[in-house]
C-alpha cells in the first residue's frame, strides 16, 4: 500500500474512532480512561496523527462494543507478512518519524543493511527457508532503508558497538561492502553514526538494541527487541529513561568524525582480507 493510500486509510480508521466514541456518548478522557490511555491520545487517533497498538485496538472495541471492527483495520493496516507480528507496527511509525535514534550491539541495524548484509543475517536465522521468502524479507529490509532516500526524511543518528563491525557477516568482501555502505551515508549527511569501541569496556544498555523515534505531532517511542520478541514503549517515564540511556550512549562513543575514521578503517581491513583471499 502507498503512503498516500495507508494515510487515507488511518485517517479513514480515525473518523470511525470519532463517529463510535460519539454515538456511545463519550469524550475522548472518558473513552481513554475505559482503555487505559489519555484523552489527548484518543484524539491523536481520531485525527491519524498517531496509530494505536493492538492491545488498545482491541480495547477501543470492547469499550465501544463495536465487535472488532478496529482491531480488523488494524491488523488489514499494519499486518505484513514479511515482518515479525510485533515489529510491523515499528515499520509503520518509521515512516512518520521525523528523528529515529538507534543503538545496536551485535546487529547492524535495517535501515542501514546492504541487501548481502540482510541476506546472510535471515539464513543465520533460517537455514531452512526457500529462496523467495529470503528474497521477500531482503526487500522488505530495503524498502525500508528508502526513507533515508526521501527529501522529507527523518534525522537518524545510531550508535554502533565495535563488535558489529569486526564480526565479518558475509566474509570479508561482503563487510567492506556494508561499512563502505555506511560510510556513504554519512559522507550524504543521510545518517551521523557513532561508534563505541570495545576497548572503552562497559557501556550503557548491555543488554540489547535500543531504538527511539520522534514525530511532528505525537509523543516519542521507544523500541526494543529481542531474538523472538520486540516491545513497544510509550509510556512517558520508560520513554523518558530510554532517551537518558542514549545520551550516556552517545558521550560513551567516539565523536563522529572518529566514527566514520573507525568505520573506514575496518572497511579496508576487510578489503585487504578479500583481496589476499
Known amino acids: 500500500m502507498a503512503n498516500g493510500s495507508r494515510q487515507a486509510a488511518w485517517e479513514f480508521f480515525g473518523l470511525e474512532l470519532k463517529r463510535c466514541r460519539e454515538d456511545a456518548g463519550l469524550t475522548q478522557v472518558e473513552l481513554g480512561l475505559r482503555v487505559f490511555v489519555s484523552g489527548g491520545y484518543i ?20 469499550a465501544l462494543q463495536t465487535g472488532g471492527i478496529f482491531e480488523r483495520m488494524w491488523r488489514s493496516l499494519i499486518d505484513d507478512h514479511r515482518y515479525a507480528e510485533y515489529f510491523a507496527e515499528v515499520v509503520e511509525l518509521e515512516r512518520t518519524a521525523t528523528k529515529i535514534c538507534e543503538f545496536a550491539p551485535s546487529l547492524i541495524p535495517g535501515l542501514l543493511q546492504t541487501p548481502e548484509y540482510a541476506r546472510v543475517t535471515t539464513l543465520a536465522l533460517n537455514p531452512f527457508v ?3 521468502y529470503v ?3 531482503v526487500t522488505a529490509r530495503t524498502e525500508r532503508a528508502h526513507i533515508l532516500d526521501d527529501a522529507t526524511r527523518p534525522e537518524y543518528w545510531a550508535v554502533l558497538h565495535e563488535n558489529l563491525l569486526r564480526t565479518p557477516v558475509g566474509g570479508p568482501a561482503a563487510m567492506a561492502q556494508q561499512l563502505t555502505h555506511i560510510a556513504s551515508l554519512i559522507r550524504a549527511r543521510k545518517a551521523l553514526v ?3 569501541p570495545c576497548e572503552d569496556g562497559a557501556y550503557p544498555s548491555m543488554a540489547g538494541m535500543l531504538s527511539l523515534m520522534e514525530f ?10 529481542t531474538t523472538f520478541s520486540g516491545t513497544l514503549l510509550d509510556d512517558p517515564a520508560v520513554v523518558k529513561r530510554a532517551q537518558r540511556t542514549y545520551d550516556l550512549l552517545r558521550v560513551a562513543a567516539l565523536p563522529p568524525e572518529a ?3 573507525f568505520i573506514e578503517s575496518v572497511a579496508e581491513d576487510y578489503t585487504r582480507c578479500a583481496s589476499t583471499t
Open 259 to 261: 566514527s566514520l575514521a
Open 43 to 62: 484524539g491523536q487517533f481520531e485525527q491519524a496523527i498517531r496509530k494505536p497498538q493492538l492491545d488498545v485496538a482491541q480495547r477501543i472495541d470492547e
Open 216 to 225: 511532528e505531532d505525537a509523543p516519542p517511542v521507544a523500541y526494543t527487541e
Open 194 to 196: 557513532l561508534v563505541i
Open 135 to 137: 528474497k521477500d524479507l
Open 130 to 132: 526457500t529462496d523467495e
